[in-house]
């Protein structure tokens, strides 16, 4: 769960806009900022729209591992865990009291404000790893989806059994430098229209999916399921069923990291948050299982990595390209609400550690044509380049989809969603060390770390296997 402004909401909270209480010009909240106009509905729509992303599409495999048992029942456990840790982060959004108390804008205010020391700077490293690591995996994920609408062409002209060899390596480029053009525009966050499109474009591409595997379904054309997926000696080895299901369990932690909005004073933000959340959570959940459980059912133990691209459909062609044209367009949006983020921490830190040095502080105002005034810093073409071009290396370094989403999702889930919200919990409520609630919720923590550290570790072994046997030109039946 990335909340509290970890995905850069779209608000003057996260520009740092602070306007004075007594300007008539501003409407403003009692804390001198852009007034908040969200409410639980709102917020429970930005939910829904953060979570259902890419990782949806690796469900079906996920449960292909797992099996009907096991698969649902972790998607309800998970679905739980967030609920119930958000909710505490709910009542840390202001500080100390949960309703009257002093709001925190980012995640890292919220540690501060009730942890402090180390825990912070962990708390940075967590959360700025995180977007990251997403970053990477979404320009896999654009280019898996652009090389899927050419092969579709391909095997619609020449056949399913024909030989469609495309390298991901151009279109990751071509998504690079997209993203280094993107990445040049200052305040991104405040153009509205890029949530909107992200929004739409991930609702169409996942009901597109679900749509096609309830066709198969109906259609009686359904693979071999079991109650505990993948068979050994049939479907995988047993060293492969291990790391595969701890895999699994990492794709599940990924498709659960969704942001709060900016809410309205009244009623508390705290209480809006909450009720949010419940109906995001449940909104997500329900979807979730209907991607999951209908795509395994759609392709049994065979279930594809990722329905779209890896052709567990070939037809009709159009509407594969469709979907996987609609992948590509949110992810050209999505990776800079992710990246701008870490842009804006790095600059902001420059600027306050050299404040004399014109490289990084010096702006350039440029007419460009029907665009009107341009503002450019050299320091930011330079450093944001820089960070386009190092991701887009390493996702053609590590060119593979369920192992990364895999470890994005371990690597995030217990320090994000689970450590920082109960720490906090306990700190706020001063709940007594060893006392029966204290115990429940420190195990809570240790389980959920247990459970992470498995599944990064299916997950780096995924991708060991991946790097043994990728082809960088390869066809869908090599």
């Avoid at 700077?121 to 994920?141: D, E, M």
């Avoid at 480029?173 to 525009?185: D, E, K, N, P, Y």
Wanted: charged share 15%; proline share 3%.
């Amino acid at each position: 769960m990335k909340s509290l402004n970890t995905e850069h909401n779209h608000s003057a909270a996260e520009s740092g806009d602070v306007y004075s209480v007594s300007d008539p010009g501003k409407n403003v909240d009692d804390d001198g900022r852009e007034k908040r106009t969200g409410t639980w509905l709102t917020a429970s729509a930005h939910i829904i729209t953060a979570v259902i992303g890419s990782g949806v599409l690796s469900l079906a495999w996920a449960i292909a591992q797992l099996g009907w048992i096991a698969g649902i029942l972790i998607l309800i456990i998970f679905s739980f865990i967030t609920y119930f840790t958000s909710t505490m982060l709910a009542d840390c959004y202001r500080a100390p009291d949960p309703v009257t108390g002093k709001r925190n804008y980012t995640y890292m205010d919220v540690v501060s404000s009730y942890l402090g020391g180390r825990k912070v700077q962990l708390c940075g490293v967590a959360q700025y790893g995180n977007l990251i690591g997403i970053t990477v995996g979404y320009t896999i994920t654009a280019s898996i989806s652009l090389v899927a609408v050419g092969k579709s062409n391909c095997f619609h002209d020449k056949g399913h059994g024909a030989d469609c060899t495309i390298s991901n390596y151009p279109y990751m480029a071509v998504f690079g430098i997209i993203q280094i053009i993107l990445s040049q525009i200052p305040n991104f966050h405040k153009l509205s229209f890029l949530s909107l499109m992200a929004a739409v474009m991930s609702f169409t591409y996942a009901t597109i999916g679900i749509g096609l595997a309830i066709a198969v379904v109906a259609g009686g054309k359904v693979g071999k399921t079991n109650l505990t997926g993948t068979v050994v000696g049939v479907d995988v080895t047993a060293a492969q069923k291990i790391w595969r299901s701890f895999q699994a369990v990492g794709d599940i932690a990924f498709a659960y990291a969704y942001a709060t909005d900016t809410l309205k004073s009244s009623p508390s933000e705290n209480k809006s948050m909450k009720r949010a959340s419940l109906v995001g959570v449940s909104t997500t959940t329900f979807f979730y299982m209907l991607c999951g459980c209908m795509g395994y059912a759609a392709f049994g133990n065979k279930a594809p990595g990722d329905f779209l691209t890896d052709f567990g459909f070939y037809e009709p062609f159009w509407l594969i390209d469709f979907a996987n044209a609609c992948i590509a367009v949110h992810l050209i949006g999505a990776y800079q609400v992710f990246a701008q983020p870490i842009f804006q921490f790095v600059e902001k830190r420059c600027n306050r550690s050299w404040p004399d040095n014109k490289f990084i502080t010096s702006e350039y105002s440029v007419n460009i044509p029907f665009l009107g005034k341009f503002s450019i810093s050299f320091f930011r073409l330079v450093w944001r380049t820089a960070y386009v071009v190092v991701t887009t290396v390493v996702a053609m370094i590590f060119p593979f989809f369920n192992a990364i989403l895999g470890l994005i999702g371990a690597a995030s889930f217990w320090p994000l969603t689970v450590y920082f919200p109960v720490e906090m919990h306990i700190a706020q409520t001063k709940i007594k060390k060893y006392s029966p609630r204290w115990i429940a919720l420190k195990t809570l923590c240790w389980v959920c770390l247990v459970v992470s550290l498995l599944a990064a570790a299916g997950s780096i072994a995924g991708l060991i296997s991946s790097v043994k046997t990728y082809k960088p030109f390869r066809t869908m039946h090599e």
